[in-house]
């Protein structure tokens, strides 16, 4: 079974750039969320799609984050423009709509803003 | 909204000795409590859960963790470390239990292991 895929893996952008990262869940699985993890944090939910439909986005800075999943399928997470703080691992995971309470983490993408 | 809370950033152990890392979690229902462990350059992956059918409850690789409600914590412990075990390890609580599988992650533990 493949897992979850991300990409780019790394970027290096200046700050008030913009910058998009991609994720494709394991085949099957209706809840994907994206979460960002700062250096010596623990994850932090950004959003979290039900299929194609937004379940939960209350900790998402919507003024220079966005998010989408067209078909119900992969997401890309859009930051623009960036700030210094946005620097961090973006980690996208899937899970079962009605499952085990197990997330499903892809590697991350590492975003560094200079 | 429930939250969890890891004692220790870092915690070293040689090979061989007991790895206790701690967890303690704040919830006004009963939780839904988690381990995930962060493996260098990987994505985090499930160690063991917490459902409510036993306090005891077992992982991979030999971890396991005890739910203890007076105390209010979910500690997880290894009889004998191993190198491969040097990781990060995150506790997490689940904000609506199964079928909203909506995580609330703690700050996580770095785990050293000292041949």
């Known amino acids: 079974e493949a897992g979850v895929a991300q990409s780019p893996r790394y970027k290096i952008i200046e700050k008030r750039q913009s910058v998009a990262f991609w994720c494709n869940p394991i085949?099957?699985?209706?809840?994907l969320y994206w979460y960002q993890q700062i250096l010596g944090q623990g994850p932090k939910l950004l959003i979290q799609?039900?299929?194609?439909?937004?379940v939960d986005d209350s900790q998402l800075p919507k003024d220079r984050f966005s998010a989408e999943r067209l078909k119900g399928v992969d997401s890309t997470l859009k930051i623009q423009p960036a700030k210094l703080e946005d620097s961090a691992v973006y980690l996208c995971?899937?899970?079962?709509?009605w499952g085990t309470g197990e997330l499903f983490f892809g590697e991350g993408s590492r975003l560094t803003v200079l | 909204a429930q939250s969890v809370t890891q004692l220790g950033s870092h915690v070293s152990v040689s090979e061989g000795a007991l790895v206790l890392l701690r967890c303690n979690y704040s919830?006004?229902?009963?939780?839904?409590l988690f381990w995930y462990v962060q493996y260098p350059n990987q994505g985090l992956q499930l160690l063991l859960k917490y459902t409510s059918a036993a306090t005891l409850v077992k992982g991979i690789n030999g971890f396991e963790a005890e739910f203890k409600k007076s105390e209010t914590s979910f500690h997880l412990t290894k009889p004998s470390a191993h190198m491969s075990d040097a990781a990060e390890y995150f506790c997490a609580v689940s904000d609506s239990g199964f079928g909203n599988e909506k995580l609330t992650f703690g700050t996580g533990t770095r785990l050293t292991i000292i041949p």
């Open positions: 919830s006004s229902v009963p939780p839904y």
């Open positions: 085949s099957g699985h209706a809840t």
């Open positions: 995971a899937s899970s079962l709509e």
């Open positions: 799609f039900q299929n194609n439909g937004v």
